[in-house]
């Protein structure tokens, strides 16, 4: 993002993630759901679209613990939009898992159900391949010839359905990646990978129609990207040597983050940290192949974990805790040099830099000229120099939110704040405090920031029974969804525009957001 663009910019967006759409039977998907929520948004005045990542997730529901870094989720994969286009039947569509729940869809996302329903919809679309015009099958060849990541997200997602274990445990000619085995075993499972890459190629095509759509009403979309990758993944299976995991799946190192007021053992991921040497030895070609490939789907993009390309906690393979963990230095300057000259100018990133965050951590973001993150929930303990005190962000380059998808709702917060932190923010508002969120827009809005972020529970004064994620818990999570389109939806999202212009912020200035020097 360029400096002229963030000085140019002011403007609001709204986080949401896709599955939490309604009007469609098992989660959101990219047909009419999201279709008609960039309506809502457009009509509410507001210029971004924030999302969790669109990666598959794991088997708790997270996208941020994805069995790959480059494939799309394919419970998005719109089942009605593709009856509509005849790439598969209506009586298959009739016939899908969940087709009982009708449009109006369940309350909360049902993993199970999501995975079935998307494993049938592959099966129909497989089933009526044959039959597609020669211009589709052209069309699906040639996409597939741009993808240097997809065969082994095929290989990898067939495999690991076969052998229903993680890859380290498989034949070791396959576990090992090893090219001849690998040709054998796909010569014998056509079908199978040729339904994998069917699904990524449709997930895809919907999703750049949504992003057409978006364009056209003027609405950024904001993804998000995990930092660490997941040790059952295609992506440490297919690049083991670029992860510091051995053959056997044992980690010799792992990722997590020191001991600190919150934790006295830190927090322990689990997952592979990167061998950087042999990154900068392949002149960092994995990350550049990963942050084109989000490129190609969002507009601007969250690094979660920013503070790792300055040093990163290096914990024993074998620990429990994090305590026994070192700072190990990081090629962040490097990697995002080589980012920058992919872009043609300014990064289009968003830091995340929360916490505990050291100077060469500031310096890193701002040398590259990346906004970092603001949340107004962390801000009043009491203490005058609180960097996310509204009156202690400084200058343009920021993202200012309530909270975020890992915090409880505005209402859950205040609900339980102490007596103390409610009384400070009471007389800074000069009255009573009736929807704490709203108290808190405004002192977002009334700050220099470039953008401001409401989660959509929090525009529409819901508790915490509308959480969407509480970190360190593995139940509960990743599965609420937004009732209905309706009016009070309505009324929110054109209050929070209506507010957000008054402090001019609008959705006509959100696409200089992207302007490139």
């Known amino acids: 993002m360029t400096k002229a663009a963030t000085q140019r910019a002011r403007t609001s967006g709204v986080l949401l993630h896709p599955t939490a759409l309604p009007d469609s039977p098992v989660c959101g998907t990219f047909g009419e759901p999201s279709r008609r929520w960039l309506h809502e948004l457009a009509n509410g005045g507001i210029g971004v679209w924030q999302m969790l990542p669109l990666a598959p997730p794991d088997p708790t529901g997270s996208p941020y613990s994805s069995p790959s870094c480059f494939a799309i989720n394919a419970w998005f994969l719109d089942a ?42 592959a099966d129909a679309l497989l089933a009526a391949w044959p039959q597609q015009a020669s211009e589709r099958q052209d069309a699906f060849q040639h996409w597939c010839s741009q993808q240097s990541w997809l065969e082994d997200h095929v290989l990898f997602s067939v495999l690991h359905a076969q052998h229903n274990n993680a890859w ?11 090219r001849g085995a690998l040709q054998a075993w796909a010569a014998d499972n056509q079908a199978l990978l040729l339904k994998e890459r069917l699904m ?9 129609e949504i992003r057409r759509l978006a364009r056209d009403l003027g609405i950024v979309l904001f993804g998000d990207l995990p930092f660490y990758v997941s040790t059952d993944s295609a992506d440490v ?29 830190g927090q322990l991921w689990g997952s592979p940290v990167y061998r950087w040497g042999r990154h900068r030895i392949t002149r960092f070609q994995w990350w550049r192949k990963r ?9 601007l993009l969250r690094l979660d974990h920013f503070r790792a390309l300055a040093a990163f906690w290096a914990v024993p393979g074998g620990d429990t805790t994090a305590q026994n963990g070192q700072w190990q230095s990081s090629p962040g300057h490097a990697l995002l040099a ?43 303990d009491g203490q005058s120099d609180n960097p996310y005190l509204p009156e202690n962000i400084n200058g343009t380059r920021w993202v200012v939110y ?14 339980r704040l102490d007596s103390s932190s409610r009384e400070r923010i009471t007389t800074r508002i000069n009255g009573e405090v009736s929807a704490p969120a709203w108290h808190l827009f405004d002192m977002a809005f009334a700050t220099p920031a470039t953008l401001v972020v409401a989660p959509l529970q929090d525009l529409m004064h819901l508790d915490d029974r509308a959480r969407f994620n509480t970190p360190g818990t593995s139940t509960g999570n990743w599965n609420w969804r937004l009732n209905q389109f309706d009016h009070n939806l309505e009324g929110s999202l054109r209050g929070f525009g209506e507010r957000a212009k008054i402090w001019g912020r609008n959705r006509e200035s959100a696409t200089a957001l992207l302007d490139q020097a």
Do not use: C
């Not at 009586?91 to 049938?120: C, H, I, K, Y």
């Not at 000259?341 to 300014?346: I, L, P, R, S, V």
């Not at 975020?404 to 505005?410: G, S, Y």
């Open 402 to 415: 309530t909270g975020t998808h890992d915090n409880p709702t505005t209402l859950g917060w205040w609900q």
């Open 338 to 380: 080589k980012l920058q000259k992919d872009a043609g100018g300014d990064l289009p990133l968003i830091a995340e830099d929360l916490g505990v965050i050291t100077p060469d951590v500031e310096e890193l973001r701002d040398r590259f000229s990346l906004p970092g993150m603001k949340v107004l929930q962390f801000a009043f």
């Open 168 to 178: 380290w445990t498989w034949p070791k000619p396959l576990a090992q990646h090893q």
């Open 237 to 265: 299976w297919s690049h083991r040597r670029l992860f510091t995991v051995k053959e056997s799946g044992e980690l010799t190192l792992q990722s997590g983050v020191p001991p600190d007021y919150f934790s006295e053992t």
């Open 200 to 208: 990524q190629w449709q997930l895809d095509r919907q999703w750049q």
């Open 291 to 299: 942050i084109s490939r989000q490129r190609d789907l969002v507009d």
């Open 80 to 121: 009605s939009d593709l009856a509509n286009e005849q790439f598969i039947s209506q009586d298959a569509l009739n016939g899908l898992p969940g087709a009982s729940l009708g449009m109006a869809g369940a309350t909360l996302v049902d993993f199970q159900l999501a995975n079935q329903r998307s494993e049938a919809l």
